[in-house]
């Protein structure tokens, strides 16, 4: 069930909650060892539970709360996948909206860290999972030289999420051709690339990143993806994603 993924976070409030106001800065401490039977453990452990259960209740319903409904699973894989797709292609219309210049977007592999969505009703929870840290979403401007370098650790690691618009071939974990809107890569070009502030900040070997241009949106990737699958449903729009070749293998 979801919400008992949350208990440490549960505990680590109520401790914040119940804890002091005053600081000891310790000097020098002396450690002992004694042991704990399992009776007392026992004990120490209901204790706790019975102090974060007021706090359980209320993550219970805000994470258990249905957002909307999968008419077919989302899977996550290489080199193209279902929940990719959909995720790149969330964060791009979203940018857009906000009016914000943005040619496509790139997820990392790791940045979605479920590897499915299943069929059936989605819970803010779930999402919750799917990017649990405050990853924010950042439009880097990158040259096309740069952006070759991209592409080529995307061909390394065998496929990241694109967005829609993005074709790249691939072979032997090497990029063969990469056009952007039916267009070959420009290297004299720059490109504005929306990804997560890991990738823009030089994550996941993207060092060459880190000095170029680029604007800070403030949204951040998983509240991104719960207002989309909200505002469809609300609409009557299945969320859902196809795949569409846009990495292949060769």
Not at 40 to 53: F, P
Not at 71 to 84: R, W
Not at 94 to 107: M, P, Q, S, Y
Not at 217 to 227: E, H, K, N, S, Y
């Amino acid at each position: 069930m979801v919400v008992t993924k949350y208990q440490s976070i549960l505990f680590s409030l109520a401790l914040l909650l119940t804890a002091c106001t005053s600081v000891q800065h310790i000097s020098k401490t002396d450690v002992n060892y004694s042991v704990v039977r399992k009776e007392t453990a026992a004990v120490e452990k209901e204790e706790i539970n019975t102090l974060i259960a007021p706090y359980k209740v209320q993550l219970d319903a805000v994470m258990n709360e249905e957002l909307g409904t999968l008419p077919v699973d989302l899977t996550k894989q290489k080199p193209e996948s279902t929940l990719g797709n959909w995720a790149a292609d969330v964060m791009l219309d979203r940018i857009k909206k906000e009016g914000i210049d943005v040619d496509f977007a790139l997820v990392n592999y790791g940045g979605l860290r479920v590897t499915y969505l299943t069929k059936g009703p989605l819970t803010r929870g779930e999402l919750f999972e799917l990017s649990p840290i405050d990853n924010t979403l950042q439009v880097v401007d990158v040259p096309g030289l740069q952006l070759d370098s991209v592409f080529q650790l995307v061909a390394e690691t065998e496929g990241w999420p694109v967005s829609t618009g993005v074709k790249l071939v691939i072979g032997n974990k090497k990029l063969i051709s990469a056009a952007i809107h039916n267009m070959p890569l420009d290297h004299t070009k720059i490109y504005k690339m929306a990804t997560l502030d890991y990738v823009a900040t030089g994550g996941d070997n993207m060092k060459f990143l880190i000095p170029l241009s680029r604007k800070q949106t403030g949204l951040i990737f998983r509240d991104v993806l719960i207002d989309y699958v909200k505002e469809a449903t609300a609409a009557g729009r299945p969320v859902t994603s196809d795949l569409e070749g846009r990495i292949t293998v060769q």
